[in-house]
Nanobody, 120 residues
């Protein structure tokens, strides 16, 4: 089992920044990819970004590329999502997930989510 705890969400004005954190514990070695997903009201959950624990390769959704940066601290088994130039359409519950072998699907473990609200 892998436990994931997100933090760092909140309310921010358009153009502002937030940094989300995801602390992983338990059998973290069972996963090699950490992803961030989001779900807005009335919409399906969508992929945002992902990173491998080693060597730190990354993938981004087109909608966030150039604005969001995913990173990891292997020693702390923590993954971060730095979100800059936020837009109202970024408003959603953001989830951290742990998976293996695939960037966009097949994630086995999920956090409880953290709310991000961007006001116009």
């Amino acid at each position: 089992q892998v436990q994931l705890v997100e933090s760092g969400g909140g309310l921010v004005q358009a153009g502002g920044s937030l940094r989300l954190s995801c602390a992983a514990s338990g059998r973290t070695a069972s996963s090699d990819i950490m992803g961030w997903f989001r779900q807005a009201p009335g919409k399906e959950r969508e992929f945002v970004a992902a990173i491998t624990w080693s060597p730190g390769n990354t993938r981004y959704a087109y909608s966030v590329k150039g604005r969001f940066t995913i990173s990891r601290d292997n020693a702390k088994t923590t993954v971060y999502l730095q979100m800059n130039s936020l837009k109202p359409e970024d408003t959603a519950v953001y989830y951290c997930a742990a998976g293996r072998g695939s960037w966009y699907s097949g994630y086995d473990y999920w956090g409880q989510g953290t709310q991000v609200t961007v006001s116009s």
